[in-house]
Structures are given as C-alpha cells and as structure tokens.
C-alpha cells in the first residue's frame, strides 16, 4: 500500500505564489509519476501538472498554469513540490496528490491524497 501526504495549502492573495509537497510512502516497489490534480465543485477533477520520476523527469502542465506553476521531484524521497506563482482567483481548488506506481512489479495503479484546499482570494 502506498500513502501520499500533502502539504502547503492555504489562503493567499492574487499574485502571490504557494508551495505545495506530496511525499510518498509506505510499500513502495516503484512510483513511476506523481502530480497535481485539482478539483472545484460541480467540475470534473483536471491535471494541473505531472512528472515522471523515471527517466528524464518528463513535465506536463495543464495550459492554464503554464509559465506560472513548476513541478520538480526528489526522488530519492519520492516526494514532488508544485511552485505555485502569480495565483489568480480561478487556481481556488482542493489541490490532488497522485502517484502512478505501486508494490510490485505486477501491481500498478493510481493513488490519491486526501486533497489540500488553495484559495485564491483578496
């Protein structure tokens, strides 16, 4: 079993920037990818940025936070940061944790965080 654990959410103003970690643990055989999703109420829950943690640490971003987010990786402790700047009002979300990975080679699936609140607001 795999736990991500979030951190860094919170209540800024626009254009102000934010940090968010997700740290992975637990039974871990490899963690292929970790990323951001975001979600807000009555909407389907979007990508906002990934990055594999094999390889070359390959980026995705959802084109409505290019240029203002950036995701990196420490890989030796499977953790992820989201660097979050020049927020505006439609960023206000519950910001996902999600890992790609699992406890065996056999074994691969998505797991999630509990959510972290970001609210974008003067």
Known sequence: ???????????????????????????????YRMGWYRQVPGKQRELVASITLVGGGITNYADSVKGRFTISRDNAKNTVFLQMSSLKPEDTAVYYCNAYGGSSPSFVTDYWGPGSQVTVSS
């Open 1 to 31: 079993q795999v736990q991500l654990v979030e951190s860094g959410g919170g209540l800024v103003q626009p254009g102000e920037s934010l940090r968010l970690s997700c740290a992975a643990s637990g039974r871990i055989f490899s963690i």
